[in-house]
Each structure stands twice: as C-alpha cells, then as structure tokens.
C-alpha cells in the first residue's frame, strides 16, 4: 500500500458520497414504477462514507471480513464499484429483482458481501461470534481465517438488547481480532437519540472490557479549542444536547454564531464572541460540523490504533453527520429522505459532476486509480471444502425404555468416539445438562481461548468441567439469541475460513421463540447447524406452561432451509442425525430436532431395515397397516397420523378402534416439514404413503404441539381430516392430565376417529 496521501482519499470519499447518492436518486426516479417507492438511504450512507472509505480504502487487509452497517449499503456498493469488484450496471440495478440488495446479503451478492446485516443488531453479532468460529478453529489445528472481523454499526442499532447479551459474553472481551466502528450521528429512523446516549454507550463498552476510543471532534475545531479562550467553544459544544447541536447543523449560517453564543438563560458568552471574531458566518457553520467521523486524518489513526490492539476487542465511537454533504444534512426526518430532482441538480454542480457522466468512476492515469490500484484485494471467500465424512451407522444400542432425548445423548457420546467427532461443536446456553450433553462434554471438555484450572477436578463430579482450547463444547450465558449466533458464526466457517464445523446447539423447545429472529438471521446468511430443542410440549407435563412450547412445530415448518423432524422412536432419532450432519456437511440445509423426556417402549418401533429408514427420513412411514385385518373395507378404514411423543396414545387408539370393528392405520409423521414441503413434487411422498385402495379414507392427525402443523393433511389426500393438538397455552399436571385435557389422548384420538366412522 503506498504512503495515503489524504487529499486523494479525500476526493475518493467525495466521489463514493456522490455515487451513493445519485444511485438512489436514479433507483427512484429512473425506473418503471409499481407505485411502490424504490428507497434507498441517501442519509445514512453519506453518515458513513468518511469511515467506510478510509476503512475499503486505506486499511483492509485481504483477511479482513466486514459486516457492513445496513443502511450504507449504497456507500458500500460504490465503494466495491470504485475498487473494481461491481460495474455501472449493477449500481444500476440497485433495488431490482436479482440485483443489488437494500441491504448487505452475502447470499444474494456473494461477490461483495461478506456478511450478511439489515435486522438491527443481527449482523453484528454474529460477525463477532465469527472471531469466535476463528479462534476456535485456530485452537484446533485450523487455519486462522478471516482473521480480522469489523463492524460497523450505527448509533442505534446498539439500542437492540442482543448486542449487549453478545458483549456480556465473557469469552468475547477476550476477542482481540474484533473491531466495531460506530456511526454515532445522534439520529435512529425517527428521532434525535436521547443526550445520554453517546456516552452511556462509552461506558458499556469499557465495562464489557473493550478498548474505546472516541473521535468527538474534527482537526479544525480541535485547532480552534487550542487557542486561547477555546475551551469556552468545546465546553459549551460538548454541554451542548443532542437536539440542540443537530439545530445547529441545521440554522442557516447566518444564525449559527448567535445560537453558539447565547446561553440557556438567553446571555451572551462574550469571550465565545472575541474567540469567534475572526470566523466568517460560513466559516463558523462549516466548524460546528467538524466531526471526528468525517476527519479521514483521524479516522486513519483511529483504525492504525484499534489494529495493535490484540488483546481485547476494539470499539471507535465516531461522531458523524447524518446525511453529511447532503440538502438533508442532520435534519431529524432525514432517514427516508431521497433528493428530489432539484436537490440533485445542485449537488451536480457541488460535486463538479457533468451531465452524462453521472457513473464515472476513477479515469486511468488519476491519482485516485493510481492509488487504488496499489491497494491489497479485498477479501474474498475461499472454495468450499470437499465434504466432511460422516458415518453410516454407529453401532449403538438403545433401552427398551428410553426418550429422544436420552437417544440423542447417546448418538453424540457415540459420535464423539469416531473421527467425525473431532468436527462437531457443541454449543447451549446454560442448558448443556439437561439437554443431555454431559457425556459428550466429560468426553470432549469445555472450550475457552485459555486453560483454566477446574475447581472440582478432585471432588466427583458427574460433569467434569475441564475448560481449554480444545474442548468442544461452547456454554454460553441465558441468551438465546447468542446461541444462534454462535451457531450463525459457527455454521458458517466452510464458507468463510474454507474449514468446515458441525455445529450443534441445544436449548429447551419453549425458548426457541425466544431466540428466533437470530435463528432466522442465522439461516438467512447461509449458516448450516444443527438445533436439539428438548424437552418440547406439554409432555414435560409438570414443568407448567411456561416451559412447554405449543407453536415450535409451526415454526419449524415454516423457517426455510432447515429441516424439522421430531422423531417417536430412539433409532430414529439416531438415522436423522446422522443425515443432518451429512446435510450441513454437504452445505444443504440445517435441522432442527424437536425431541422429548417421554419415555417410550422400543419395541414398539417397526424393524430396522434400509426401507424404513429411508421413509423416516423421507417424513414418514405406516406403523400400523388396517388393511391387513381380515374384512377391511374403506368405509369402516380411518387413517390416522402421529408426530413424536404421542405416537403412544395413537397405538392404544388403534388398538381400540380394531376392537370396536373399525380398521385404523397409524402413520408416524417424523417430519410434519418434508411431508408438507413434499406436496410441490410431482409425485409427493404423502401419496406414496397411502394406497390408491384408501382414496377416501379420513384422517386423524395429533401431535404435541398446534393442532395446524399437520392439518393439511386431509387437503392434500382430499378427505376429511379433525387434526388435534395442542391449541392453547399449556399448564401444570401429569401426563395424562395434560393429553385429555389438550385432547390429544388415546381417547381423544378414538372420539375423533368415531366421528367419521358413524
Ligand atoms: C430489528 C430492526 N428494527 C427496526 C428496524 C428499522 N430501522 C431501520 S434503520 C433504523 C434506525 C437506525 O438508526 P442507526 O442505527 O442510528 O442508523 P443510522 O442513523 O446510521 O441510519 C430502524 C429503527 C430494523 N432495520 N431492524
Ligand atoms: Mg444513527
């Protein structure tokens, strides 16, 4: 990189200002229109311009990744339009079906974007965690890449809780490869932030264990508190409130000295007057904007300094301008603002732009493409690894009596002997126990960046808390939206470091809501993971509503690219794990397993062979076949359908329902979301599951969990169908209490049946 000469960087800032600018106005004005309004954010790009540049331009390494702040995003584009990774033509199609997001999405621009970033806080996080993924891949014989994870976020989007649930983090303070760059310009989409703010978020950050650095003021108004009397200005500036120094940027010139110099109870600062004697109107206007966030001079030595730190993560607090070189500089309401064509005219001839040549980037032979061209690449994503192998079979045995849950300790502790265990992380917030991760963890140790003593090492313990660097297990604090964002950082190393991990969280199913913006960030950037939700519904009877899940399973149906099974049966639970990890492995799709404490009799399960393995996989299989009974017939045939923990009560029910001269099937429902997923193929697998003899069959669908999840059952084979389920909040009381109570009981499941069957 050669020596930064400023005034280039300068006229690079400008013209990335400008092309932002004038892209949204040309996504607004230049395009056919649905009556919908384009958008764009005008605004706060030109708030971060001074740092993007400064950061694209003159400070990025090839092993640095950026989660860009979401709002600069036409900054960001212009940006990678002038270092050469876009053309015209895609700032052009800024907005459009296939084009340039509105927002960073690594998916949809994987040429430019590293991660993903547009729900306030998300990115962020998750970009963190990324310094996370790279230490614990370093840690364990991996390539230490990207190296380097900036973010840069604005002044409010801090006010979202996660990101101090992240910060709260112990191992985070210790991420020395993380910096964040906040564009404090005192403005969020409907207001001036309250005064507090700014220096409440210093103070947060220090208390996190972050290095903090702030850049309140520019050179020029620093130049100006160093002459004598100067100390007036900057104290009266720094007392100033928020409201009142974004007035300030907006009073006509001529009113700027008048406002500086009268007090709250309407005197006049005479020193403040003679220190500002010799400042012209415009002068002064233009001084009382001189922010730390748009010195280039500052800002570099800023981002040089957060670099030498390595011990703990950095944070630079830059105070910017929202709408900065913009007709809507600090006005309050400037977040939606789009310049109208007149306000574009003259920022033509601010900007020296001649008509027509609107798009020019840097002509060869500039000093702005001479200097670019010196610039180290940016980075960019290494090819994915050949696919991590994952076994067949791994020789376990289950008790007669057992739970998915208990199944799924079994299956990882099994995992955890084979060298495909050397690629799984696991990662709970604070509910590794009793989501049966203990064995894996007395197997595989705990993860921090550093060896710690284990206080109880000569007591007996059932759980051996051993923590170093090569443990695989990540415990994290009570945060769910940490967890997925872990696994969102941890999900996505093949694609970002070229090293695959099989990342496993686990958490109570209840809480899934709880976490599930960031589980659908976490998908929605490509991460691939697996989630172990257990205990789930009300079969955890006693534990009370609060901790039962009702709506999960329509969640699981609902979120893209990741598969929701909830098996009935241990082997099962084993066979799905197994083809989950070969899917993230094969960077398909997650999973999301929805287990349960219910104890259920094995033998109850069909033989383990190749074709019932598949149909588990495949969404289902028939448990129970009535047409096997001698004198079946349809008319006296009901068809019913099971998910999970109460596939129990539909035994007993079929069990009855033969007794009393009807002909029940049962269907085990293992995954309610291929089943419905699979309803678009040409031939779908629910149709294989019933025979053309059944046509008119109706059906009976339960579950532990809302009653619709398997409601399109019916539709879909179009007969009649009662789906029961749990359709309201849960409560306390036994097992049985519960499932006669929500009517997913034997008896439920019988009644429902008979209503056909008269
Ligand atoms: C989770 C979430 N809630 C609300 C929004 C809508 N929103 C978009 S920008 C914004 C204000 C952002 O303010 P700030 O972070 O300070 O950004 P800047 O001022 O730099 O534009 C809000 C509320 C969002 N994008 N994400
Ligand atoms: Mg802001």
């Known amino acids: 990189m050669a020596a930064i000469d400023l005034e280039v960087l300068e006229r690079i800032q400008r013209r990335v ?5 004038w892209m949204v106005h040309h ?9 919908l309004k384009v958008g764009g954010h005008q605004a706060s790009s030109a708030s971060s311009v001074s740092l993007l540049t400064a950061l694209y331009f003159a400070t990025l390494r090839p092993t640095d990744v950026v989660a860009v702040k979401a709002h600069a995003s036409p900054a960001f584009y212009a940006i990678q339009y002038l270092r050469g990774r876009l053309g015209v033509e895609d700032l052009q199609a800024l907005r459009t079906f296939g084009g340039l997001q509105a927002y960073p999405s690594r998916r949809k621009n994987p040429g430019v974007v590293d991660l993903s970033t547009g729900s306030m806080g998300l990115g962020a996080v998750a970009a963190t965690f990324g310094g996370l993924a790279t230490r614990y891949l370093l840690d364990h014989g991996g390539a230490a890449t990207p190296e380097r994870f900036v973010v840069m976020v604005g002044d409010a989007e801090l006010d979202e809780g996660n990101v101090w649930e992240a910060l ?18 005192r403005q969020s989409l409907d207001r001036v932030v309250p005064d507090a703010r700014p220096t409440q978020l210093a103070e947060m950050f220090r208390a996190s264990g972050w290095r903090v650095e702030e850049l309140r003021w520019g050179r020029r108004l620093h130049a100006l508190f160093a002459r004598p009397g100067g100390e007036r200005l900057q104290a009266r500036l720094q007392a100033m409130s928020n409201v009142e120094y974004q007035r300030l940027l907006r009073v006509p010139a001529g009113g700027v000295r008048k406002a500086l110099m009268t007090d709250a109870a309407g005197g006049i600062d005479g020193a403040l007057d003679r220190l500002l004697a010799d400042v012209s109107d415009d002068a002064l206007a233009t001084l009382v904007a001189d922010v730390g966030g748009h010195d280039l001079g500052l800002i570099l030595d800023a981002y040089a300094a957060a670099a030498q730190e390595r011990e703990r993560p950095s944070v630079i607090l830059a105070h910017t301008i929202k709408g900065w070189g913009l007709p809507f500089a600090g006005d309050p309401l400037n977040h939606t603002a789009v310049t109208t064509a007149a306000q574009m005219d003259e920022l033509r001839r601010v900007f020296g732009v001649t008509p027509g040549d609107e798009w ?20 960019s994503a290494p090819p994915l690894p050949a696919p991590t192998e994952i076994p067949d079979e791994i020789d376990e045995t289950y008790p007669d009596e057992t739970s998915t849950q208990e199944a799924f300790g079994r299956v990882l502790a099994a995992l955890g002997r084979q060298p495909v265990g050397d690629a799984l992380v696991t990662v709970s917030a604070d509910v590794a126990v009793t989501t049966h991760l203990a064995g894996w963890m007395n197997r595989k140790g705990i993860y921090y960046p550093a060896a710690r003593p284990d206080p109880f090492a000569d007591t007996p313990q059932a759980l051996r808390w051993r923590e170093g660097p090569r443990g695989q297990h990540v415990e994290i604090g009570i945060a769910e939206h940490d967890l997925f964002l872990l696994l969102a950082a ?36 490509g991460a691939r993971f697996i989630v172990v939700a257990t205990p789930s519904g009300v079969t955890l009877a006693p534990e009370g509503g609060a901790h039962q899940s009702v709506i999960t399973p329509g969640i699981g149906v609902a979120l893209p690219d990741i598969a929701y099974y909830e098996p009935a049966f241990a082997r099962e639970v084993e066979w799905i794990l197994l083809a989950g990890l070969r899917a993230v492995a094969e960077r398909r799709e997650s999973l999301y397993l929805r287990l349960s404490t219910a104890p259920v009799d094995q033998r109850l399960a069909p033989p383990a062979d190749d074709g019932h393995r598949g149909a588990v996989l495949a969404g289902g299989y028939r448990l129970i076949d009535g047409r096997v009974t001698e004198g079946w017939h349809p008319e006296a045939a009901v068809h019913l359908f ?29 995954s309610p979301d291929r089943l419905y997923r699979g309803l678009r193929e040409p031939r779908p697998y629910l149709e294989t599951l019933v025979g053309a003899d059944e046509e008119d069959v109706p059906v009976v669908s339960v579950l532990d969990g809302h009653s619709h999840v398997l409601a399109f059952l019916g539709g879909a084979l179009g007969v009649p169908q009662l789906a029961l389920g749990v359709d309201s909040f849960g409560q306390s009381g036994t097992r049985q209490d519960l499932y006669r109570h929500y009517g997913i009981d034997a008896d439920a499941i019988v009644g429902a049946a008979r209503t056909f069957l008269a």
């Open 360 to 379: 020019a980037g840097f002509a060869p032979g500039t000093p702005e493409a001479a200097y670019i061209r010196t610039l180290p690449p940016l980075f």
């Open 642 to 670: 099971a998910t999970g923990a109460v596939v129990p009560q539909a035994i007993v029910a079929a069990q009855r329902l033969r007794e009393q001269g009807a002909f029940p099937s049962l269907f085990v429902v293992t």
């Open 17 to 21: 200002l400008w092309l932002s600018a």
């Open 490 to 525: 941890l999900g996505l190393t093949a694609e970002l470091s070229g090293q695959t991990l099989l990342p496993i969280g686990t958490l109570y199913d209840p809480f899934i809501t709880r976490g599930l913006d960031a589980l659908y960030h976490a998908l929605y950037c």
């Open 168 to 185: 709260g983090e112990e191992v985070v303070r210790r991420l020395g490869d993380v910096l964040w760059i906040v564009d404090v310009n």
């Open 27 to 35: 996504a607004n004005t230049a395009r056919p229109v649905d009556g």
